[in-house]
């Protein structure tokens, strides 16, 4: 193997036999850090004392697949996760790891990754809170995949003064799997107090997960919890083994599901 892979490690091996050849694909991984108090957008973000300073930023380090973003505690500003314009950048199958503690995300807007990215709290507990009136996350992507774990999202009310949907995660497209994840008193505008999740265009899961006090903020909205809609017939949300309590709406306190957008 080349020089130049010392800071990276190998996850998995792939053996292609087809047509008769025997190829060996390897898959090396990097962490790279963002730090919303102590970061520099011009640092390489490859050790926490070089991390970068926003997400905006951080998302257009040249991440690979299988590699890892760890998020430092602070409050990071809004910005736009797009994915670089080259076919050796991240194209998703990627983890963003929040540490442990509580951070405050101003909103996330995804709109340039397909693929499987995972976001991630600390197994110690990470709460995210939202200040700002936008979603902590708003993603959209056809292919796209995302998913949440172990994350608590709490006073996310992005539907107070803007009316977006799904205070937490707004997700149009693609297909979500949200596990044993807490949302507490967030607010979307019209669909989907802390979830609003629409068209979506394959199976999606919510497990193990908690909603308590979420609701919607116009007097007609429908989803208090989670808002649900599918881009073709056939394709479902699996709600399991979560519980839900106190969330408000016009229809549909808990959730509102509709089979097709």
């Excluded at 091996?13 to 008769?20: I, P, R």
Aim: hydrophobic share 40%.
């Amino acid at each position: 193997v080349d020089g130049e892979l010392l800071d990276h490690s190998i996850t998995s091996l792939t053996l292609d036999e087809s047509y008769g050849h025997k190829t060996v694909e390897a898959y090396y991984t990097t962490s790279w850090y963002v730090d919303a108090e102590h970061g520099n957008d011009e640092a390489d973000g490859m050790t926490p004392a070089t991390a970068r300073l926003t997400f905006e930023k951080a998302m257009s380090l040249p991440l690979v697949k299988g590699d890892t973003l760890h998020a430092a505690r602070g409050r990071y500003a809004a910005g736009r996760m797009k994915q670089p314009q080259s076919a050796h950048y991240w194209t998703g199958d990627g983890t963003v790891h929040f540490i442990a503690g509580e951070i405050e995300v101003d909103g996330l807007k995804d709109t340039g990754y397909n693929g499987d990215l995972k976001f991630v709290g600390d197994k110690a507990g990470t709460t995210l809170k939202a200040k700002s009136a936008r979603s902590v996350f708003a993603v959209t992507g056809v292919s796209a995949k995302r998913t949440w774990r172990n994350l608590k999202f709490t006073d996310a009310a992005a539907g107070v003064s803007e009316k977006a949907d799904g205070g937490a995660i707004s997700m149009v497209g693609g297909s979500l799997s949200i596990e044993g994840c807490t949302f507490a008193d967030c607010v979307g505008g019209h669909l989907g107090g802390a979830v609003f999740a629409a068209r979506l265009a394959e199976n999606s899961t919510i497990t193990n997960s908690t909603f308590s006090g979420n609701a919607v903020d116009a007097y007609n909205g429908l989803g208090g919890a989670v808002y649900a809609s599918a881009a073709a017939e056939g394709v479902t949300l699996a709600v399991a083994d979560s519980a839900f309590a106190d969330n408000a709406a016009f229809n549909g306190g808990a959730i509102y599901a509709e089979t097709k957008a």
